[in-house]
C-alpha cells in the first residue's frame, strides 16, 4: 500500500518524525473532514474511488517512521485529486518542516526546460562553464533524464490530465525561491555521492561530454535568483519599449497579495504611455496566477464591461464544521461563512453567493486602442489561466505560444484554507470555489490562437520565436489601422 501510494524505502537524508501510528490516522481523519469542503473533489473521480484512495492514504501515511516518507505519501495522495491548487504548499509549512524537508544540498545548478521529453539547459549557474545554453543533460548520476522525469511526475499538481502543466512544474526557471523540481528530486534521489552530479550531456554542437558539477542548497539557489525576484518591496514587472515601438510587459507572477509596492499605480502609469505605441505584448509564459491583476488590463480593452460566462460557481459547505475550525489557516476568516445565503445546487453543490459581483470586469478609461497580445503556456494554470480564457472568448487580446495548465473543465481555487496537520506538521492546500463549465467541455488546457514553441536550437541561439511571431503581428497590425 505504501508503494502504491509512492512512498520510497531510499530516502537518504531522514527526518525522523516522533509520533505514533495512532497519531497519524488522526492526521487523516482531519484530511477527510477538510476534503468534504473541496468543490472539485470529485471531478475527475467517484466518491468511492476517492474513499479508496483516502483508506489506502491511512494505511501508508499511519506505517511511515519519518517526516519526508510522510510527505512524500501525503503528496502523491493529492495530486489524484487532479486539482492545480491541491498540494503540501512548500510556503505554507512551519519554519522547522521547510528546513527539514526543503534546504538540502541536492540541487542541480542549473536551469532548465523539458522540450519533447528532453532536459535542456537554458543557464548554468555550476561555475564551471561546461553546460551551454541548449545543451541537452542526458544522464543524471546515471539515471536517465527521460526515466527521473516519469519517477517525479506522479507527485506533480495539475488539473485533470494536463500533463503539459506537469511538466512545466517539473522544470527550473530559477525565478522561484523553492522550485518543484529540487524539492522532489531532493526528496526521491537524495545528495549524491561526494557533493557532486554526474552529468552525461550533449552540446549544442552535438558532442557528447561528462560533466562534474556541484549539488547546490537552497541558498545557492536563492543567491542565483534575481534580487526583485526576492524582494515584496520592488516590482518584480518589467516593461520595456523596444525599437519597433512594442511595450513588452514580463510579469513573472501575480502573486501581489501583501506586496509593498503599488501595483496597480505601477501599471496604470505605463499603460497610459501607450499612446502612440506599435503594440502590446504581455509575457505570461511564467505566471502561475494570483490576483487577477490581468482584469486591470482587459478594462482598459473594452467600451462595457466584460462578464464571466460559460462557467458557474459552486462551494460543497455553508460553514465549516466546528470540529474542523482549529486546523483551518487562512486569510480571510469571512471564508468560513462562504456558502451562508447560497442556494442548493444538484449533487450536494452551492451556489457561491455574489459570484456575479466577483467575476465582472468593469470597463475603464482610458482605453488601450493599439493591438495587445499575450505570450502564454502550460505554466498558466489559475488567474492566468482565467485571463487567456477572457482573451481568447472576447478577442480583445490575441495569444501566442503553448497550450495553458488549467483545465476547460474548470478549476478550484479563489479561497483557501490552509489545512495543518498536528501530529505530522504537515500543511496542505484546500481550494473553496469550484469553476463548472455550463456546456460539457474537453479535458485540457486553452490552446493559444498562434501555436510557437521554442526549441532547443532557439535557446542555443538566445532566440525567442514566440515573442518575435507575436511582435510581428502587433506590427502589421498597427501598420493595418494606420
Not at 517526516?67 to 510556503?91: K, M, P, W
Not at 534521489?189 to 557532486?196: K, L, M
Not at 525576484?229 to 512594442?246: H, Q, V, Y
Amino acid at each position: 500500500m505504501i508503494a502504491a501510494l509512492g512512498a520510497t524505502a531510499l530516502i537518504p537524508t531522514l527526518a525522523r518524525a516522533a509520533t505514533s501510528p495512532a497519531d497519524l490516522r488522526g492526521d487523516i481523519a482531519i484530511l477527510r473532514e477538510a476534503l468534504t469542503l473541496h468543490p472539485g473533489l470529485y471531478r475527475y473521480a467517484s466518491p468511492a474511488e476517492v474513499e479508496a484512495r483516502i483508506a489506502a492514504l491511512e494505511t501508508a501515511f499511519a506505517a511511515t517512521a519519518t517526516l519526508d516518507e510522510q510527505y512524500l505519501v501525503l503528496s502523491r495522495f493529492l495530486a489524484t485529486i487532479r486539482c492545480g491548487h491541491s498540494y503540501a504548499n512548500f510556503f505554507n509549512q512551519r519554519k522547522a518542516v521547510t528546513s527539514a524537508l526543503f534546504d538540502r544540498p541536492t540541487r542541480l545548478p542549473f536551469s532548465f526546460r523539458w522540450i519533447d521529453g528532453r532536459m535542456i539547459v537554458t543557464r548554468d549557474a555550476s561555475g564551471t562553464g561546461a553546460l551551454l545554453p541548449g545543451s541537452e543533460v542526458r544522464t543524471i548520476n546515471g539515471v536517465a533524464a527521460r526515466d527521473l522525469l516519469a519517477r517525479l511526475m506522479p507527485y506533480a499538481r495539475a488539473d485533470g490530465h494536463n500533463d503539459a502543466k506537469r511538466v512545466s512544474l517539473l522544470e527550473v526557471h530559477g525565478d522561484d525561491s523553492i522550485e518543484y523540481f529540487d524539492v522532489f528530486h531532493g526528496l526521491l534521489f537524495g545528495a549524491p555521492r561526494d557533493g557532486a552530479h554526474r552529468l552525461d550531456i550533449r552540446t549544442p554542437d552535438r558532442r557528447e561530454r561528462n560533466v562534474t558539477v556541484p549539488a547546490i542548497a537552497l541558498a545557492a539557489r536563492r543567491a542565483a535568483m534575481s534580487p526583485a525576484a526576492l524582494s515584496d518591496e520592488a516590482p518584480t514587472w518589467t516593461w520595456t519599449m523596444r525599437a519597433d515601438g512594442i511595450a513588452l510587459l514580463t510579469m513573472p507572477g501575480w502573486a501581489v497579495y501583501d506586496a509593498k509596492w503599488n501595483w496597480r499605480d505601477w501599471l496604470d502609469v505605463r499603460l497610459a504611455s501607450l499612446s502612440g505605441a506599435t503594440g502590446l505584448v504581455i509575457d505570461l509564459r511564467g505566471n502561475e496566477g494570483g490576483v487577477n491583476c490581468g482584469d486591470h488590463i482587459l478594462a482598459r480593452l473594452t467600451t462595457r464591461d466584460i462578464e464571466h460566462e460559460g462557467y458557474v460557481q459552486k462551494l460543497r459547505f455553508r460553514r465549516t464544521p466546528a470540529t474542523l475550525d482549529r486546523y483551518l489557516d487562512t486569510w480571510d476568516d469571512s471564508f468560513r461563512t462562504l456558502g451562508v445565503g447560497g442556494a442548493d445546487l444538484p449533487d450536494g453543490f452551492i451556489a457561491r453567493p455574489g459570484a456575479a459581483a466577483v467575476t465582472r470586469i468593469a470597463a475603464v478609461g482610458p482605453r488601450i486602442t493599439c493591438p495587445v497580445a499575450a505570450l502564454i503556456g502550460p505554466v498558466n494554470s489559475s488567474a492566468t489561466f482565467q485571463f487567456a480564457a477572457v482573451a481568447k472568448r472576447t478577442g480583445l487580446v490575441r495569444t501566442f505560444g503553448s497550450p495553458t495548465g488549467g483545465n476547460r473543465r474548470g478549476i478550484n481555487g479563489g479561497c483557501f484554507f490552509f489545512v495543518r496537520l498536528p501530529a505530522s506538521g504537515l500543511e496542505f492546500d484546500v481550494p473553496l470555489v469550484g469553476e463548472f463549465p455550463t456546456v460539457p467541455q474537453p479535458d485540457a488546457g486553452l490552446l493559444p490562437d498562434v501555436a510557437v514553441a521554442a526549441s532547443a536550437d532557439d535557446i542555443a541561439h538566445g532566440r525567442d520565436p514566440v515573442l518575435e511571431r507575436a511582435a510581428a503581428w502587433a506590427r502589421s497590425m498597427h501598420h493595418m489601422q494606420a
